[in-house]
């Protein structure tokens, strides 16, 4: 294997997560708020919102397009309940519910960005997200460990897409041989090891059974600069 000298990365369920589910975050303001909505409802409404908005991955090009996109969910699970759509209540209920309340760095995140950069290596984020992501990394506090962070909503390519791993190794100055990729969905593992990157899977359930053919880690700390990882 070649000198790695870099690497990209996944953000969402590789470095963080959202602690609760659209559905759990929407029952919970609702419950403070003094409704009591069926939870299957609840589900089948934030369901069907999911369907109609393409969430969690809308079609937006700007934050104030993602909140619009977001009032416009919340009505609809509101409606869809049959609880009060008025622009007050939907206005509480979106700030209330906004996943960049619910953000939450897994343990080994940090320890092993911190020793990759101490390796040297050059190191940058591609995520298929909304134009909010770039403040959920920053909120967390992982911008400053990183040279470039793509997300697909700026830049108009999404993962497993090869424009967007050509376009980060493009921003490190790296060869795809010299570079390593790490994310929670096997397409986009398999699309960078097409590429000729170092990709692994990260599983980091430990009920989950990993598919065949993919390099595996649990934790971020099992690779690190190339050693720990059955390639």
Request: charged share 30%; glycine share 8%.
């Amino acid at each position: 294997m070649p000198e790695l000298k870099g690497g990209l990365l996944d953000a969402g369920g590789t470095l963080f997560r959202v602690k609760f589910s659209r559905a759990e975050r929407i029952g919970r303001f609702l419950r403070e708020a003094g409704f009591n909505p069926d939870p299957e409802a609840l589900e089948r409404a934030t369901v069907e919102a999911d369907l109609e908005f393409n969430w969690p991955e809308p079609d937006v090009r700007s934050r104030d397009e993602e909140w619009e996109v977001w009032l416009a969910y919340c009505r609809r699970v509101l409606s869809a309940l049959k609880l009060p759509a008025d622009p007050e209540l939907v206005g509480r209920l979106a700030r209330a519910a906004d996943y960049l309340n619910y953000l939450e760095v897994f343990p080994d995140t940090f320890p092993a960005l911190e020793a990759w950069r101490w390796q040297g290596l050059r190191l940058g984020i591609i995520s298929n997200a909304t134009p909010s992501f770039r403040e959920a990394i920053d909120r967390v506090g992982l911008t400053p460990f990183f040279d470039t962070i793509i997300i697909s909503a700026e830049v108009g390519l999404k993962k497993p897409d090869r424009a967007i791993f050509r376009l980060g190794l493009q921003r490190l100055n790296l060869e795809p041989g010299e570079a390593f990729f790490i994310d929670d969905l096997p397409r986009n593992v398999q699309a960078a090891r097409d590429l000729g990157l170092t990709g692994l899977l990260i599983v980091r359930s430990p009920e989950a059974d990993p598919p065949e053919g993919l390099p595996v880690v649990r934790r971020l700390t099992d690779f690190l600069g190339g050693q720990g990882a059955d390639l």
